[in-house]
């Protein structure tokens, strides 16, 4: 198709063509690597260095919740997801072994992130998925596999993905490539409903990340991860949760160092776990997610609503 095109016209539109074709390349590839890596956003920046030692008031999750702030993508559709018991099915290899598939395909919802998949993983995390919560830096690989992520319902009802990043890249007004994928993926997969977080929601949970760790935005140089953003909406969503494979806050800090575990299930090569979390932790410039400071709010917020975790117990 494209040859034929090229013979039809002179020289100039042929370089033109070419031209046209090594841009949309180059545009792909710089896409794609910078897309690839962590799900990071350098429009959220909430601190710098680690928690202070005072007390922090903390925010009450279920008003602070509205539903206002989930747009659908394509259709009239409104994020009413409420759930009585929900399994948080994080992305962690500590959930491998564990056999914890039935007991989540049990829950009312299933929550899962990103691109952890279910196939071939049933028999520890399950097969079911109420609602997917995706980073704009996983939206790729989502649209790459279709029938894992897309094509499903849960039951035969709905299922909903929330995508979540700076809005200038998925927001109403973002008229990017990413805008337009999610776009395509929403119409295509309609019997999925797709949101986006709006711009004024995105900067609540930005200022709740402040409030929570007691850190100034301003001096920050830190994002939050797709597991702060889960963890706020199953606590909107969710009377209950069971959070399986998250590990405690003190987990990567104690002695004798725990044994290496992927960090994530899904890639048994990939960098270790604790590895990736004290390095971020303690990273002071570029893209860095405080995995640990972020496990100390759920820690807390998990004496205040109805959550467990399991895979390990803590
Ligand atoms: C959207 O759906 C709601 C109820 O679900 C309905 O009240 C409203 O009229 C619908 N709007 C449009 C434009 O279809
Ligand atoms: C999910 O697992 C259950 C058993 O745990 C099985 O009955 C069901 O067919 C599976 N569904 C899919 C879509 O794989
Ligand atoms: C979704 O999956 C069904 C089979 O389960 C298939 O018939 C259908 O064509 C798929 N839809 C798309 C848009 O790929
Ligand atoms: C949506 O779901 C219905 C019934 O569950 C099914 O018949 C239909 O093929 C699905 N549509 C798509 C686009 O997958
Ligand atoms: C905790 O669970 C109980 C019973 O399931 C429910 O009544 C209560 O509202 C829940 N509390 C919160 C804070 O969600």
Redesign the pocket.
């Known amino acids: 198709m494209g040859l034929s095109l090229v013979d039809k016209q002179g020289p100039q539109s042929q370089k033109m063509v070419i031209f046209g074709a090594i841009f949309l390349l180059m545009t792909l590839l710089i896409l794609y690597s910078s897309n690839s890596g962590n799900d990071i956003s350098p429009f959220y920046r909430p601190f710098r260095g680690s928690v202070p030692h005072r007390a922090i008031k903390v925010t009450d999750l279920?008003k602070w919740a509205g539903k206002e702030g989930y747009v659908a993508v394509y259709g009239n559709k409104s994020m009413t997801l409420h759930c009585?018991h929900c399994a948080l099915v994080t992305s962690s290899s500590h959930v491998l072994g564990g056999g914890a598939g039935p007991d989540i395909d049990a829950a009312q919802c299933v929550i899962r992130m990103n691109d952890a998949p279910t196939t071939g993983f049933e028999r520890d995390v399950g097969n079911r998925t109420t609602l997917r919560v995706v980073a704009h830096s996983s939206v790729f690989r989502v649209a790459r596999r279709p029938g894992e992520f897309l094509n499903r319902t849960d039951r035969g009802s709905h299922s909903a993905v929330i995508f979540w990043g700076p809005p200038s890249k998925i927001g109403r007004d973002a008229r990017g490539t990413l805008y337009r994928l999610i776009q395509r993926v929403s119409m295509t997969y309609s019997n999925l409903s797709s949101f986006t977080i709006t711009p004024n929601k995105m900067h609540k949970f930005d200022t709740l990340f402040q409030k929570e760790t007691g850190r100034d935005r301003a001096k920050s140089q830190s994002w939050l991860s797709t597991g702060w953003f889960t963890m706020v909406i199953a606590i909107e969503m969710c009377?209950?949760i069971k959070v399986y494979g998250m590990v405690p806050p003190s987990h990567c800090v104690k002695r004798p160092q725990p044994k290496k575990m992927p960090y994530h299930y899904y890639k048994p090569r990939g960098p270790d776990e604790c590895t990736t979390y004290l390095q971020n932790e303690r990273g002071r410039k570029g893209p860095h997610h405080r995995f640990i400071t972020e496990k100390q709010v759920f820690a807390r917020w998990a004496r205040?609503?109805?959550i467990t975790f399991t895979h390990p117990r803590w």
Do not use: A, L
């Open positions: 279920k009585h009377d209950n205040h609503y109805n």
